[in-house]
């Protein structure tokens, strides 16, 4: 062997010893723990009532990987019971029946994209005309066809993902959300999350979670009224599947297992499962909606399992229920948790808030399996409690919480609705004043009434811009209130839009059907469309009532009966 083979030897053993200390080194400092197998001996009834599931997960019928067989094998394999699908749409598609497959219980929900981030809908039927535009318009749909609804992505670094709508009575919330979390990480972390991919997939992924600050503002809502938090995977099955992405997929990473082991929403029933899917579904989406669901980080610790519930003397209260404010109360926490692990019973209501989130002052047991028991009296119960557990390997700054879940509550009793006292007579908008506008290929007829009604063709095929709208020349200076009654030949939206003589124009988006109905409309409600100056009465120059793509399809018809529009100062 001469000396240039003996040297490149050298350097090629050099090489294999510098690789295999590198990997060890990345291996006991950077590659993220395995979870902790906990042990659940003692909690066998609880265990058996308690399913676990990823909510948010997309296939390939929008923008997903891989079909829902596909996906429900994914979830087999990670150990849990349920999916729910929520793939893009408008919500005129009827919900595929709830099935098993391989195992997990499948149910069908929808995604919508509204003007003000994305909205989820479970339990929801066909809508009757696309859902879209204004954020509260998609709640109040939702809600009017008796879905649950939850704000997707709320706080996301993707301005065009994120919920804008503070005001809207959203039914739940998603306070953990895998695609925020991931967009909002360093390069630095991202490369190290990817290499750790490679070796132990779910862990490695949870490196990229932190304290959301959209536990904050859950807590925030939930102060006056009742708000389910999720925990979202948003699964795509690779990076750049999503339909707001540009970017090429990376083949199937994460996959959806992956993704699944990372974390699971977990919910107690009632009863074990029937193991019939319509039954099973029922029962599930009536937990979720009544608040009986949390989160645990399964990358960390699992089986994560939990008992909360207050003790009033009108009985027991569960998690996601509520009594009256100032009903006297012993909350009580039972949770499996890792040793090390902190378990807190966390006060944000207005009254015992003192500047940040802080836990009430409980008494507490710990089992020799991990099992801490806490037991807290509240002489009058105000606002909501929740249950939080903290594990000192939690990623993340700050750290997330390992489990979190869903609030007891305690409400002022609810006032019935104030009427409205405003005058109905108004400056009444004479009904001959109304002219028809529309693009060049849709159709509308004006018949005269009384009351006068708009009878309209949206021109079919490809979608350009197709409206038709009835417009009114507007004189009212001191304009405060628009009062509509209107009434349809069947369920559709209309936009009032009060229109600038240069074209300006704000718009509020409102629900019509055959049954006629008043509303008040302030102007204050209405937002301007391409344009960001408020509204100004004075510079009004009409008012509008159109029907546009924004609810309705290509080749859309009805009537429009205007029966009454007033302007009120």
Same mark, same amino acid.
């Given at each position: 062997?001469?000396?240039?083979?003996?040297?490149?030897?050298?350097?090629?053993?050099?090489?294999?010893?510098?690789?295999?200390?590198?990997?060890?080194?990345?291996?006991?400092?950077?590659?993220?723990?395995?979870?902790?197998?906990?042990?659940?001996?003692?909690?066998?009834?609880?265990?058996?009532?308690?399913?676990?599931?990823?909510?948010?997960?997309?296939?390939?019928?929008?923008?997903?990987?891989?079909?829902?067989?596909?996906?429900?094998?994914?979830?087999?394999?990670?150990?849990?019971?349920?999916?729910?699908?929520?793939?893009?749409?408008?919500?005129?598609?009827?919900?595929?029946?709830?099935?098993?497959?391989?195992?997990?219980?499948?149910?069908?929900?929808?995604?919508?994209?509204?003007?003000?981030?994305?909205?989820?809908?479970?339990?929801?039927?066909?809508?009757?005309?696309?859902?879209?535009?204004?954020?509260?318009?998609?709640?109040?749909?939702?809600?009017?066809?008796?879905?649950?609804?939850?704000?997707?992505?709320?706080?996301?670094?993707?301005?065009?993902?994120?919920?804008?709508?503070?005001?809207?009575?959203?039914?739940?919330?998603?306070?953990?959300?895998?695609?925020?979390?991931?967009?909002?990480?360093?390069?630095?972390?991202?490369?190290?999350?990817?290499?750790?991919?490679?070796?132990?997939?779910?862990?490695?992924?949870?490196?990229?979670?932190?304290?959301?600050?959209?536990?904050?503002?859950?807590?925030?809502?939930?102060?006056?009224?009742? *708000?389910?938090? +999720? %925990?979202?995977?948003? @699964?795509?099955?690779? !990076?750049?599947?999503?339909?707001?992405? &540009? /970017? #090429?997929?990376?083949?199937?990473?994460?996959?959806?297992?992956?993704?699944?082991?990372?974390?699971?929403?977990?919910?107690?029933?009632?009863?074990?499962?029937?193991?019939?899917?319509?039954?099973?579904?029922?029962?599930?989406?009536?937990?979720?909606?009544?608040?009986?669901?949390?989160?645990?980080?399964?990358?960390?610790?699992?089986?994560?399992?939990?008992?909360?519930?207050?003790?009033?003397?009108?009985?027991?209260?569960?998690?996601?229920?509520?009594?009256?404010?100032?009903?006297?109360?012993?909350?009580? *926490?039972?949770? +499996? %948790?890792?040793?090390? @692990?902190?378990?807190? !019973?966390?006060?944000?209501?207005?009254? &015992? /808030? #003192?500047?940040?989130?802080?836990?009430?002052?409980?008494?507490?047991?710990?089992?020799?399996?991990?099992?801490?028991?806490?037991?807290?009296?509240?002489?009058?119960?105000?606002?909501?409690?929740?249950?939080?557990?903290?594990?000192?390997?939690?990623?993340?700054?700050?750290?997330?919480?390992?489990?979190?879940?869903?609030?007891?509550?305690?409400?002022?009793?609810?006032?019935?609705?104030?009427?409205?006292?405003?005058?109905?007579?108004?400056?009444?908008?004479?009904?001959?004043?109304?002219?028809?506008?529309?693009?060049?290929?849709?159709?509308?007829?004006?018949?005269?009434?009384?009351?006068?009604?708009?009878?309209?063709?949206?021109?079919?095929?490809?979608?350009?811009?197709?409206?038709?709208?009835?417009?009114?020349?507007?004189?009212?200076?001191?304009?405060?209130?628009?009062?509509?009654?209107?009434?349809?030949?069947?369920?559709?939206?209309?936009?009032?839009?009060?229109?600038?003589?240069?074209?300006?124009?704000?718009?509020?988006?409102?629900?019509?059907?055959?049954?006629?109905?008043?509303?008040?409309?302030?102007?204050?409600?209405?937002?301007?469309?391409?344009?960001?100056?408020?509204?100004?009465?004075?510079?009004?120059?009409?008012?509008?009532?159109?029907?546009?793509?924004?609810?309705?399809?290509?080749?859309?018809?009805?009537?429009?009966?205007?029966?009454?529009?007033?302007?009120?100062?």
């Amino acid at each position: 062997m001469n000396k240039l083979t003996r040297a490149l030897a050298a350097l090629l053993a050099a090489s294999v010893v510098l690789g295999v200390l590198a990997l060890i080194v990345f291996l006991i400092f950077f590659l993220p723990s395995r979870p902790v197998r906990l042990d659940p001996s003692a909690w066998q009834d609880v265990a058996r009532r308690t399913v676990a599931g990823a909510y948010h997960v997309h296939t390939s019928r929008s923008d997903g990987a891989a079909d829902t067989d596909h996906v429900a094998q994914a979830a087999a394999r990670a150990g849990l019971q349920f999916i729910i699908l929520t793939d893009h749409g408008d919500g005129m598609r009827a919900p595929d029946p709830p099935v098993y497959r391989h195992g997990v219980l499948c149910i069908d929900a929808v995604e919508i994209s509204t003007d003000g981030g994305h909205y989820v809908a479970i339990d929801m039927p066909a809508a009757p005309y696309p859902l879209g535009g204004a954020p509260s318009a998609v709640v109040e749909d939702v809600a009017r066809l008796g879905g649950f609804g939850v704000a997707a992505h709320p706080d996301s670094p993707k301005p065009e993902l994120a919920w804008r709508d503070s005001t809207a009575p959203v039914d739940g919330i998603e306070w953990l959300s895998a695609d925020t979390e991931w967009r909002n990480e360093s390069r630095r972390t991202l490369t190290r999350a990817a290499l750790g991919y490679l070796f132990r997939p779910g862990p490695a992924l949870a490196t990229l979670l932190d304290r959301p600050s959209t536990l904050s503002r859950w807590d925030a809502l939930v102060r006056t009224r009742r *708000v389910v938090a +999720l %925990a979202a995977h948003d @699964a795509h099955g690779g !990076i750049g599947r999503a339909a707001e992405e &540009r /970017r #090429r997929f990376v083949a199937d990473v994460p996959s959806y297992e992956a993704s699944f082991r990372t974390f699971a929403i977990r919910v107690p029933m009632d009863h074990p499962w029937s193991g019939e899917a319509v039954s099973d579904a029922r029962a599930l989406v009536a937990s979720i909606r009544n608040g009986r669901v949390f989160t645990t980080i399964d990358a960390l610790a699992s089986p994560g399992l939990l008992e909360f519930y207050a003790q009033t003397p009108n009985g027991r209260i569960q998690m996601g229920s509520a009594a009256e404010a100032g009903t006297a109360a012993q909350l009580i *926490v039972r949770v +499996l %948790a890792p040793s090390g @692990a902190q378990v807190l !019973i966390v006060d944000d209501s207005m009254l &015992r /808030r #003192r500047g940040g989130l802080f836990a009430v002052g409980a008494s507490r047991r710990v089992a020799p399996d991990g099992t801490q028991e806490l037991h807290a009296q509240l002489g009058a119960g105000e606002g909501a409690f929740r249950v939080e557990v903290n594990v000192p390997s939690a990623p993340g700054t700050p750290p997330v919480p390992w489990l979190v879940s869903n609030p007891i509550y305690f409400l002022p009793r609810s006032k019935p609705p104030v009427g409205s006292d405003m005058s109905a007579s108004g400056d009444p908008i004479d009904p001959a004043a109304w002219k028809v506008e529309k693009d060049p290929g849709s159709s509308a007829v004006l018949i005269a009434g009384p009351p006068p009604m708009l009878q309209f063709l949206l021109q079919g095929g490809e979608r350009h811009s197709q409206f038709v709208a009835l417009s009114a020349p507007v004189s009212n200076r001191a304009l405060r209130f628009v009062r509509l009654r209107l009434r349809a030949d069947r369920p559709m939206r209309v936009s009032l839009q009060l229109r600038r003589a240069d074209g300006e124009r704000w718009r509020r988006s409102v629900y019509v059907d055959p049954a006629a109905r008043d509303l008040v409309i302030p102007l204050t409600g209405l937002t301007a469309v391409d344009g960001r100056d408020p509204i100004d009465p004075s510079a009004v120059a009409s008012l509008l009532l159109v029907i546009d793509l924004v609810n309705a399809l290509p080749g859309a018809s009805g009537k429009l009966t205007v029966e009454r529009v007033a302007l009120l100062s």
